[in-house]
């Protein structure tokens, strides 16, 4: 699904250069619960961003479902993550007037699905992550699990090939952490390729597998034995 | 533009953002508002003052003939040029575009007035209704001569305010008789004039009545004209040159007078006095322009500000609208949309509620110096099209920026 080969970036501030990752390589196949650890100023967040097409690699090359993905124009980078990619933010990042079900069908709209559509799709989802009851309410009036839960059927809703996490329970509660980390393995059970970024190791043992970054390289990269968050809960 | 879906989405935008939407609508519609007030008002001073000082603007042309001093197409000088009802008729039917009163007179001198026991000489004109205002005669009681006096060749009489007093003393002069020469004046009015007692010392009464009672025929003595009033005083100079110079060389070729004899027809034209006038209504006409164009620049910087702090506010959004797949033109076009629909709309509304408030106030402002404040409604229109414009313009600049960004960046936590 993914595959990345010495991939290098650096961030340039004013006349300081900063060497952030020095030639990443690894792949990830189809369906595989992926958590990139590291301490911060790893590279971790970068990795992702790339990965997300949010931001763009120096050098390397990045194959995401046998698409190439460089030289990108907005343009062709908005197709791309419309298409490819579902985010899952740390700090939810929903947009707060909006309701949580018009949160979740927002990627549909720029997908260009009718309205009706739209809705019935997004009322799905909500469904999935357990708050169709609170489909009307704003960001405001829900519990932070309840709005990374919005987040996820968001990041769900176009139906993308890969769901990537940056911190997804860094501003929640162990046991809302927990819940949390339950979805996202119910849904890497339904066979979606998901890639969780964290600092945090109980979290990244609920993965199938750890890819330790330090320095801007991968230190270690190895399956664990995935422990279940329905135990903790 | 004319996408539903996209529509839907600003109008959800716009109405759970109420606050916002109504702050931007206010300011927006406040400013159109108080432009159209001051413009309105500007309209209304400028009006006021014309009116005001109108009578002494008017440029005023008057026409006195001679005798020949030169030998012409075979004519011996020395000859008196006498002007007739078909020269008045010739000069008004060539320039009656540009005259607004006009009259002919056949006044007599020291003519011999009397009231009962009491008597005395007065001047007493022939002239046209349209002479009161070129004389700037005030009626005091009573009415000018009309056009059915001057039809019909009644003997009715216009009397001064002196020749009221020296006459009728305290009697109420209106609907009694006078004698001229014997003959019985029913009089219909009394006059007050800026001239002062030797103007107030005359009696006017229709010129026909006037021709024929003194045997004149067909025969005036002289006429005047008011020209309209010009736009500004070059123009009005120039017009008012060109009209006196074609009437001269109307009369002259008229009544075979050599184009160069000055005392045979003699046209006089005073613009003196109009020149102040146009100059402070210049003056005031600048003055609102400059606070007309000030108040349109702090509604440009003011709207200009509001997109700013808008497009600032939702920096965030845009990055998460892009992370989910938006294109950076379509978030820009969305708040573009989105802000010149509301600026749009709001400043119509504050248009309307400006120029409703003209049409409705407008009516109850009769001070001097006030009067009928109007707007120019494509003025208006066209102010409120440059605020939406230049307000997409402050909007499109930072929204562009926004949306250049990369979400990563609009995304990261402050």
Known sequence: ??????????????????????????????????????????????????????????????????????????????????????????????INYKSALDNVSMPLYYKGVKRKERTEKAMHYLEKVGLAQWSHHLPSELSGGQK?????????????????????????????????????????????TILVVTHEDDIAHMTKRIVNLKDGLIIDDSPVQQVRASLHV | MFDLERWQEIFETLSKNKLRTFLTGLSVASGIFILVILLGFSKGIENGVKSQFESDATNRIAIWTGVTTKEYKGLNPGRYIQLKNSSFDGVVNKYDDFLEYRTKDYPIWGANVTYKNETGNYRVRGTLPDNQFIENADIGSGRFINHSDVERSKKVAVIGNKLKTDLFKDEDPINKNLQVYGMNFKVIGVFFDPGGDREEGQVYIPVSTAQKIFNAGENIRNMAFTVKMADNFDEAVIQSNAISEGIEQHLKEMHVVAPDDVSAVRVYNTLEEAEQIYSLIATIRAVFWFVGIGTIIAGIVGVGNIMLIIVKERTKEIGIRKALGALPMSIVGMILQESVFVTMFAGLFGLIFGLGLLELAGPYIQNDFIKYPQVDFNIALTTVFLLVFAGALAGFVPAYRAAMIKPIDALRDE
């Open chain 1, 1 to 94: 699904m993914i595959q990345i080969k010495d991939l290098h970036k650096s961030y340039h501030m004013g006349t300081n250069s900063l060497h952030v990752l020095k030639g990443i390589n690894f792949n990830v196949k189809e369906g595989e619960l992926v958590s990139i650890m590291g301490s911060s100023g790893s590279g971790k967040s970068t990795l992702l961003n790339i990965l997300g097409m949010l931001d763009e690699a120096d050098s390397g090359k990045y194959i995401l479902d046998n698409v190439p993905i460089k030289n990108l124009n907005e343009k062709i980078a908005a197709k791309y993550r419309n298409d490819f990619l579902g985010f899952i933010f740390q700090s939810f990042n929903l």
């Open chain 1, 148 to 192: 990374q839960r919005v987040a996820i059927a968001r990041a769900l809703a176009s139906d993308p090939k890969v769901l990537l996490a940056d911190e997804p329970t860094g501003a929640l509660d162990t046991k809302t952490s927990y819940e949390v980390m339950e979805l996202i393995q119910g849904i890497n059970d339904e066979g979606k």
